[in-house]
């Protein structure tokens, strides 16, 4: 078992930034690709950003490409979202999730992923 704790989410105008983390207990983080999804009011939750366990590759949405920037600390056993440039489209509830994956393996759909925190609330103003 892996629980998985968001924190950093509020309210901040459009044009700021937000750093969402994630913290980690359980199972050894570093076996475990992760990743950010996002879930509007209405709408799907979908894939933000992802990291491998490597941390060597990433992935992003093309909706936050360029605005935001996924990292790790393994020895920490947390994973950050930097979100930068926010626009009121970025509202959302923010998730954390990890999937058990191979060394350099990014994850993005949701069945990929074995685990899920409980969210974060991102509220972005115009």
């Known amino acids: 078992q892996v629980q998985l704790v968001e924190s950093g989410g509020g309210l901040v105008q459009a044009g700021g930034s937000l750093r969402l983390s994630c913290a980690a207990s359980?199972?050894?983080?570093?076996?475990?690709?992760m990743g950010w999804f996002r879930q509007a009011p209405g709408k799907d939750r979908d894939v933000v950003a992802a990291?491998?366990?490597?941390?060597?590759?990433?992935y992003y949405a093309d909706s936050v490409k360029g605005r935001c920037t996924i990292s790790r600390d393994n020895a920490k056993n947390t994973v950050y979202l930097q979100l930068n440039s926010l626009k009121p489209e970025d509202t959302a509830v923010y998730y954390c999730?990890?999937?058990?994956?191979?060394?350099?393996?990014?994850?993005?759909?949701?069945?990929?992923?074995?685990?899920w925190g409980q969210g974060t609330q991102v509220t972005v103003s115009s």
């Open positions: 999730a990890a999937g058990f994956k191979g060394f350099h393996t990014v994850a993005t759909r949701r069945d990929e992923f074995d685990y």
């Open positions: 359980g199972r050894t983080f570093s076996n475990y690709a």
């Open positions: 990291i491998s366990w490597s941390g060597a590759r990433t």
